[in-house]
């Protein structure tokens, strides 16, 4: 009875188990009906249901046809390599999709809230013997871990099929005007159908109790999802550096702890006493006892905080000058078309480099003037101005650029060298035998820019 009763189907005749929250009142006042009377007025109510709901489907749809294009909600089709469709793909968003999936899926949960409520009346001890037999089996999982792998097969042995067996050949029954003490066989053919599971009945009473269930776990989850970014989320995310540093400091020291000496801890005696400690916290007298003394903080608790922030105002220095770094910017000028003079082309990111695969049959990116260029994200200048790099046969070294000319004097120019020619020392023996492209290198110092205040 303990075991899988929360299979069957309610609407088969099985009471539902979920005795611990109330009934709907009842008026006990009115006079009885017929059951055609009542039966004729369940239908209407059932008809006056189904009404109302596809009215809030119809209104429902049409408010989120103001707020949403569902006509042309993307349908996500991922093709692999092969042409094939991605199996992963999911459809997207409409309102009638969105209406039926949430009604099966409700008429189906029921047996999910049927096994949670088994399971909290089981550990808050509203059955003693349940919960001692629950922790005696639990304490031969921790002292013989092997053990869990027969726990799913006796799991389908004891709690699917000997109640389905004995659901086909049930026990002979107590009526008054039968004949008692025949006692319990199995042989003989089966006396009953067998037991199927089913989904409860749209509008029925418990299709309602899944509603009022659904609607509770959404809630449980939200105080749970708060009360855990409450207080995780300060901890981790530098809101407050120091505490954030703080909190690395400590889970990295831990980490490194747990893997030099994971192994010589005695796991199975600590989750043996860990679990026996957190279900007996949940006995009604512990309860009690909670409620009669209120909690306080300790004062070695007060004591151990006041070491703690102490330390972590002492060594933990966040006060450090923010990041510098160096960024470059590539000056290109192109030659004109008499090939007498350079005109100023942008200032681009990369050196445009003439034998690279970027460089050849492509024209450089980037902008137009020495305003326009700005430093990188999360980043501000720390200078006033540009610098020409001096030293330029060492950033074409750096790169491995072959087939330029460079200028280690004056404005130090790079310049490409045509199909053919070769770098000479003076400009005006070069010209003729140069690229149509010269470049020099900029740089300037950034720091990083500080944020102020949280999102």
């Not at 097969?153 to 009526?175: D, K, M, N, Q, Y």
């Amino acid at each position: 009875d303990f075991a899988a009763a929360f299979l069957s189907n309610p609407d088969e005749g099985t009471p539902h188990d979920r005795d611990d929250r109330p009934e709907p009142s009842r008026d006990h006042d009115l006079p009885p009906e017929s059951p055609a009377d009542a039966a004729k007025k369940a239908r209407s109510l059932r008809r006056g249901f189904v009404k109302a709901a596809s009215l809030q489907d119809m209104l429902l749809e049409k408010v989120l046809h103001q707020m949403l294009p569902v006509e042309e909600a993307p349908q996500v089709h991922v093709q692999l390599p092969d042409g094939s469709t991605d199996p992963l793909a999911r459809p997207g968003f409409t309102v009638g999709a969105m209406s039926t999936n949430f009604r099966r899926f409700n008429a189906r949960i029921g047996v999910v809230f049927q096994f949670q409520s088994r399971l909290l009346r089981l550990l808050s001890w509203r059955t003693p013997t349940h919960t001692l037999s629950f922790l005696a089996v639990y304490t031969f999982l921790c002292l013989d871990p092997s053990l869990l792998l027969a726990v799913p097969l006796v799991l389908a042995l004891f709690g699917i099929l000997v109640p389905s067996f004995i659901a086909r050949h049930p026990p002979p029954g107590t009526e008054p005007d039968r004949v008692r003490n025949l006692g319990y066989s199995p042989r003989g053919p089966p006396l009953a159908p067998p037991r199927t599971v089913k989904p409860v009945k749209e509008l029925s009473r418990d299709f309602f109790r899944n509603l009022g269930d659904l609607q509770n776990v959404m809630e449980d989850f939200s105080v749970v999802h708060d009360a855990v970014v409450a207080l995780v989320v300060p901890l981790t995310n530098f809101s407050d550096e120091a505490l954030s540093s703080a909190v690395f400091l400590v889970l990295a020291a831990l980490a490194a702890l747990a893997l030099l000496a994971a192994h010589l801890l005695p796991w199975r005696h600590l989750a043996l006493v860990a679990g026996w400690a957190a279900v007996a916290s949940l006995h009604p007298a512990v309860a009690d006892l909670t409620d009669a003394h209120p909690p306080h903080r300790h004062p070695a608790a007060t004591a151990m905080r006041t070491r703690f922030d102490a330390w972590l105002r002492a060594d933990v220095i966040l006060d450090d000058a923010p990041e510098a770094a160096e960024v470059e910017i590539f000056e290109l000028q192109h030659r004109t078309r008499n090939g007498d003079e350079w005109e100023p082309w942008l200032f681009s990111p990369e050196p445009h480099d003439p034998r690279s695969n970027a460089g050849v049959g492509q024209r450089p990116r980037g902008a137009r003037f020495f305003e326009d260029v700005l430093p990188p994200e999360g980043w501000e200048w720390s200078e006033k101005k540009w610098a020409l790099d001096l030293y330029s046969r060492e950033w074409v070294e750096e790169r491995i650029i072959t087939g330029v000319e460079v200028e280690t004097e004056g404005e130090r120019w790079v310049y490409d060298v045509a199909e053919g020619g070769e770098p000479q020392g003076e400009e005006e023996d070069g010209v003729g035998r140069r690229g149509e492209w010269r470049r020099r290198r900029w740089v300037r110092l950034v720091r990083r820019r500080g944020e102020t205040g949280g999102a």
